[in-house]
T-cell receptor, first 110, second 112 residues
Framework: TQLLEQSPQFLSIQEGENLTVYCNSSSVFSSLQWYRQEPGEGPVLLVTVVTGGEVKKLKRLTFQFGDARKDSSLHITAAQPGDTGLYLCAGHNQGGKLIFGQGTELSVKP | DAGVTQSPTHLIKTRGQQVTLRCSPKSGHDTVSWYQQALGQGPQFIFQYYEEEERQRGNFPDRFSGHQFPNYSSELNVNALLLGDSALYLC???????????FGPGTRLTVT
């Protein structure tokens, strides 16, 4: 069974701080995606990475796919209260199924 | 351009009953996937429909079944409901061959 492990599970920081969320697996994924989910809503796709070593930036968010395509990280610079939410990584395995990590609950206090 | 829509928003059922949840995909999408998300957890893949057939299935019992219609909309059926089936059920649509999936707001199912 392929698993994606996210760390940390919970993160509470002050506005303006930087943070990094990690997503790790022992398996190779065809692609990896990051989503953000707010309470009572479905996940919203932030980014898709497909190439080992790929780095993508979305304003203050930086996403990296590991060289071996087994891990990924999300770095947020100067976090704002609006960044609060559940961050989910998800990988497409060789069979095409999308497998989610358990999520990182981020709280940014003003 | 309408995104993914799901109905109903909330549902309360009793143990042993059956439930049907509905999903309309984003315009132009032909593939629908269903997920179960327990509180505090990431979504778990139930199954995926393409060309009106179940193409892939996760580790869910046969009590979970689905259907896709010619207009690409989909239904998720759950029979003999258990308390543990209480969760947020998410539908996601995509275009075959592309990685990006777009999620609906979900249906919150409570089994009492």
């Amino acid at each position: 069974t392929q698993l994606l492990e996210q760390s940390p599970q919970f993160l509470s920081i002050q506005e303006g701080e930087n943070l990094t969320v990690y997503c790790n697996s022992s398996s190779v994924f065809s692609s990896l995606q990051w989503y953000r989910q707010e309470p009572g809503e479905g996940p919203v796709l932030l980014v898709t990475v497909v190439t080992g070593g790929e780095v993508k930036k979305l304003k203050r968010l930086t996403f990296q796919f590991g060289d071996a395509r087994k891990d990924s990280s999300l770095h947020i610079t100067a976090a704002q209260p609006g960044d609060t939410g559940l961050y989910l990584c998800a990988g497409h395995n060789q069979g095409g199924k999308l497998i989610f990590g358990q999520g990182t609950e981020l709280s940014v206090k003003p | 351009d309408a995104g993914v829509t799901q109905s109903p928003t909330h549902l309360i059922k009793t143990r042993g009953q059956q439930v049907t949840l509905r999903c309309s995909p984003k315009s132009g999408h032909d593939t629908v996937s269903w997920y179960q998300q327990a509180l505090g957890q990431g979504p778990q893949f139930i199954f995926q429909y393409y060309e009106e057939e179940e193409r892939q299935r996760g580790n869910f019992p046969d009590r979970f079944s689905g259907h896709q219609f010619p207009n690409y909309s989909s239904e998720l059926n759950v029979n003999a409901l258990l308390l543990g089936d209480s969760a947020l059920y998410l539908c996601a649509s995509s275009l075959a061959g592309f990685y990006e999936q777009y999620f609906g707001p979900g249906t919150r199912l409570t089994v009492t």
